[in-house]
């Protein structure tokens, strides 16, 4: 049996504090990422991500996204959004983001989507894990129907693509 070391645990303790600290990395209670800050993107160069941007004001600004994920670009999308062949009647069309998630691979990156979009509020209607190449997931909630799309890129192992579509419902 080995025997308590009463410092280590409070050496631990700091570090853990020191290292929350340095990066700005806080986890709410709820265990949601903290809220998208350009600032804080942190891509590999082989994305070729461009500028990280501001979310636009027609993306549900509860949608949780990685921490140092980058949006680079945004664009309006008319024609609305379709869920199992249904489109909303009153589509007003919606907003479409890019970017980069730093991440290893594309399940690790679904599967932060499907544990997250839940506890931001939003429902999983389909999910598609097409590991290791690329996913979907469909979902709704807080009033906006949306898609994220997450896709794999050749020769750059910690990045994944990423693009989502919301529409309000």
């Known amino acids: ?27 709410p209670a709820n265990g949601l990422p903290p809220p998208y800050r350009p600032s804080a993107a942190r891509v590999p160069a082989c994305a070729n991500a461009g500028r990280a941007i501001a979310l636009p004001a027609r993306f549900p600004a509860q949608f949780p996204l990685p921490l140092h994920t980058a949006i680079t670009s945004q664009q309006p999308r008319e024609g609305g959004f379709m869920i199992g062949g249904i489109k909303p009647a009153h589509s007003a069309g919606g907003v479409l983001v890019s970017g980069i998630v730093p991440a290893t691979d594309v399940a690790a990156a679904a599967h932060f989507f499907l544990a997250t979009l839940p506890r931001a509020g939003f429902s999983v209607v389909m999910s598609e894990v097409d590991t290791p190449n690329d996913s979907e997931i469909t979902f709704e909630g807080r009033g906006y129907l949306g898609r994220a799309a997450l896709l794999a890129i050749a020769d750059c192992p910690h990045a994944i693509i990423l693009s989502v579509f919301t529409e309000r419902s």
Do not use: F, H, S
């Open 1 to 27: 049996m080995g025997t308590w070391n009463y410092g280590r645990p409070r050496r631990l303790a700091l570090g853990a504090a020191l290292a929350v600290a340095l990066t700005g990395a806080t986890r």
